[in-house]
C-alpha cells in the first residue's frame, strides 16, 4: 500500500503532544478528512475514539503507543514511517451495534469497536433474561452484569472478567458474564458473529442496568439487542512482525 496524504492525530497528554510536534516536523500533516491515512498517536482508548470519529469515511488508521497498555497500536518511532506504512497489513474490523430501549421508552443506537456491556446500576444485582436468535437461552442470570465482545476487544474488558481470547477470523462472539452470582458456574458462552443477542431486565425498577457501547452509555435499560454490522468496516494498520492476529494468539501463552 502507498499512501501520499497522511494525517496525524493525538490524544491529550504530554507523550502524545511531542511525538506529534516531531512527526509533523518532519513528515507534514494534512487535514484529516483530506488524508488517504491517519496516524494515531496515544493509548488503547485514544484508537477507539479515533476509529468512531472517522467510521463513517472508512480510512485506514495506523497507531503508534504512546499510552499505556497500546494492544491495538504499533510500536512508535520517528523514523521510516513512510516505509512502515507501505509494509502495515491490514485488518478489517466489523463493530457491534447496539439497540437499547430505556424505562421511558426511549430508543438508542450506538456501535462498538470492543465490547457491548451491560453493568448494574446499585448496590443490588442485576436480573437478566438472555435471548440468542430469539430463543430464550438463560431465563434469569443473576449478576453484575454481562457483555458480548468482538475478537479485537476480546483482550480487553472479556479478558478482565475471565472471558475467552478471540482469534481474528473465528466469526465468533464472545458472551461473557461478570461476577454471576445465579447460576453460579455458568460463565458465558461462544456464538456465531452472525447471532443477535437480546437482553430483557428483569425487575428493572428494583434492580436498574446500564447499557454501554465501548464510551456510549444508556442508563435504566429494559431491553438491548447486540448484533455485528457487517455493513461497517473499520480498517487498522499494523507492521508485518507484530500484526493484531499475532498479538491475541501471544495473549493466549502468556503466563
Known sequence: MRFHKVAFVAADSEPADRAFRLLTATYGNLPAGEADVIVALGGDGFMLETLHRHIDRQVPIYGMNRGSVGFLMNV????????????????RLHPLAMKAVTGAGESHQALAIN????LRETRQAAK?????????????????????????????YNLSAHGPIIPMGAGVLALTSISAFRPRRWR?????????VSFEILDNDKRPVSAVADYTEVRDVVSVEVREDRDIGLNLLFDPEHNLEERILAEQFLP
Open 128 to 156: 437478566i433474561r438472555i435471548r440468542v436468535d430469539g430463543r430464550v437461552r438463560l431465563e434469569e442470570l443473576v449478576c453484575d452484569g454481562i457483555l458480548v465482545a468482538t475478537p479485537a476487544g476480546s483482550t480487553a
Open 188 to 196: 458465558g458462552a461462544l456464538l456465531s458473529h452472525k447471532a443477535l
Open 115 to 118: 465490547e457491548v456491556s451491560l
Open 76 to 91: 512508535y518511532s520517528e523514523v521510516h514511517l513512510l516505509e512502515r506504512l507501505e509494509r502495515a497489513e491490514l485488518v
